[in-house]
């Protein structure tokens, strides 16, 4: 079956996008791609090729504004595009969004285990693409000819029937450009796959295209055009002829034949595994990291120092009234330490520290698209980040509430002995604990009280670190105005839950 007699993997009819500004980017088009062909998607910069991939991609989100109507037809669903997503095919992008914080063999695995299965000779043909890559390197260490040669074996154990690249040959030299080219015809003649692809310079493309899509901004069409057309000399300097016999050299191949297995929809799923793993990561970085750590060990040490050197270094008429009420004095430092300075320096710290680095962990997600890359895998986004931020932040609060109240009774114990080398640190313990552990209990009193401050502030600042970080980046700038914004709205949130929680807990004495 040649492309051109082929039953349609992808039709669409009487497509019309509007930008959120209100901007009409194409008006009523219709086109359609066949099994094995490989179609270029061109038009001037700004016209809106990106945005048809990420609609057909099923990465286009009506909630920050988007519209979109028209009918799409797939092998297996036919999808209203006003009410529904059309994820026709995986996307290969620009910048190639590979997961940051997992290995190559990771990043394969990701697709692999949220996607419909793989098959021997897909197997196959990625342990060749991916010969000369170390699985256990991360993407930083590989070259952008490499990184791109994972994102594409990643797109391909998604398993859709398109595969969709965002200007992939931007930014490579003539031969990494040229092994580009290859591998694409390669996968179209053995896997059968159809291949769109938005390009600016399209000169080295063409000679595998079948056809070419130009979106018109002027009459907001998507014209279909031959890649021999005399129309293609203002995006490609090589005369129209000379690409046709090149073509004739180079015949387009016949598909080894209908591609099977594949999966037209997203299915966001959430492995127990992966999620144990996302969380594991995000605790560690919000609870047990070092730099953590020390923040909270610091917090501690000047809770407790300042607190009990203030107490006795200024009490009024101390050299008459510190005999009379040393013991008292230490009780209600006891008590006011444990159950309203440590909950707030706790707090505090927690909401300053973790809402900047969710929200710069997240942002540089949105930024380079790794979550538009996780929708794409069928992964989870918001159940892998979103659940493992509040849990680990549930978890770490408690972790470092335990750690800051035993740095800040140490502080203060060795604070009090500075004070008063006279005394024996006995006095010390049992004064100071009276109200804090009451007899024949094993957990301190009002302990229910101040989960209600530390808690609540550890959520409200992992849930302001996501919201600040998921919304759209643009620059580098916004993402450091959402790290700021997260601090901000972090801080004050840990600021007024530990005020008001303060104004109505009851304290016995």
């Not at 690409?243 to 180079?250: A, F």
């Amino acid at each position: 079956m040649s492309p051109a007699t082929a039953r349609p993997l992808l039709k669409v009819e009487k497509l019309s996008i509007r930008h959120r500004d209100g901007r009409e980017i194409v008006r009523n088009a219709n086109f359609e791609i066949v099994p094995g062909e490989i179609v270029l998607l061109i038009g001037p910069s700004g016209s809106g090729k990106s945005t048809l991939l990420s609609l057909f991609s099923g990465l286009l989100d009506r909630h920050k504004g988007w519209r979109a109507e028209g009918c799409c037809h797939l092998p297996n669903q036919t999808v209203d595009l006003s009410q529904e997503r059309a994820a026709a095919g995986g996307i290969v992008f620009q910048n190639y969004a590979l997961f940051d914080e997992l290995s190559v063999r990771g990043n394969l695995a990701a697709a692999a285990e949220h996607g419909e299965g793989g098959s021997e000779e897909l197997s196959e043909l990625i342990s060749s693409l991916l010969s000369d890559i170390g699985q256990d390197q991360k993407p930083a260490e590989l070259s952008g000819g490499q990184q791109q040669r994972v994102a594409i074996a990643r797109s391909l154990l998604a398993r859709r029937p398109l595969l969709f690249f965002d200007e992939p040959n931007a930014g490579l030299d003539p031969v990494q450009t040229r092994r580009l080219v290859e591998l694409i015809d390669r996968l179209r003649r053995e896997q059968a796959l159809s291949v769109v692809i938005v390009a600016h310079h399209v000169h080295d493309l063409l000679p595998v295209a079948d056809r070419v899509l130009l979106l018109d901004p002027q009459t907001r069409s998507l014209q279909q055009l031959d890649p021999a057309s005399p129309r293609l000399a203002d995006y490609c300097p090589v005369v129209p002829k000379a690409i046709k016999e090149r073509q004739e050299r180079h015949p387009v191949h016949e598909p080894a034949g209908e591609p099977a297995a594949y999966s037209s929809a997203i299915r966001l799923r959430l492995r127990p595994s992966w999620w144990f793993s996302y969380a594991a990561q995000y605790f560690w970085l919000l609870a047990l990291a070092p730099s953590m750590l020390a923040f909270i060990v610091i917090g501690g040490l000047l809770t407790g120092f300042v607190a009990t050197w203030s107490a006795f270094q200024y009490m009024p008429f101390a050299n008459y009234l510190l005999p009379l009420v040393h013991d008292d004095t230490l009780t209600a430092l006891g008590l006011t330490q444990s159950r309203v300075l440590a909950p707030l320096m706790l707090s505090v710290l927690m909401a300053a520290r973790n809402a900047a680095i969710v929200a710069a962990d997240v942002g540089h997600r949105v930024y380079t698209r790794q979550i538009e890359a996780m929708i794409s895998l069928n992964m989870s986004h918001r159940g892998y980040i979103s659940g493992g931020v509040l849990a680990s932040s549930l978890l770490g609060a408690l972790l470092l509430a335990l750690l800051l109240l035993a740095v800040a009774a140490t502080a203060s114990l060795v604070t009090w002995q500075a004070q008063f080398p006279e005394l024996p640190a006995a006095i010390f313990r049992d004064a100071f604990f009276q109200l804090v552990f009451r007899e024949g209990d094993w957990l301190p009193d009002g302990w229910l009280w101040m989960l209600a401050k530390i808690l609540p502030s550890a959520l409200a600042a992992g849930a302001l670190g996501l919201y600040f970080g998921q919304r759209p980046k643009t620059s580098v700038v916004s993402l450091n105005s959402a790290i700021a914004q997260a601090i901000i709205f972090g801080v004050s949130a840990a600021l007024i839950i530990n005020a008001l929680v303060t104004l109505i807990e009851p304290i016995r004495v």
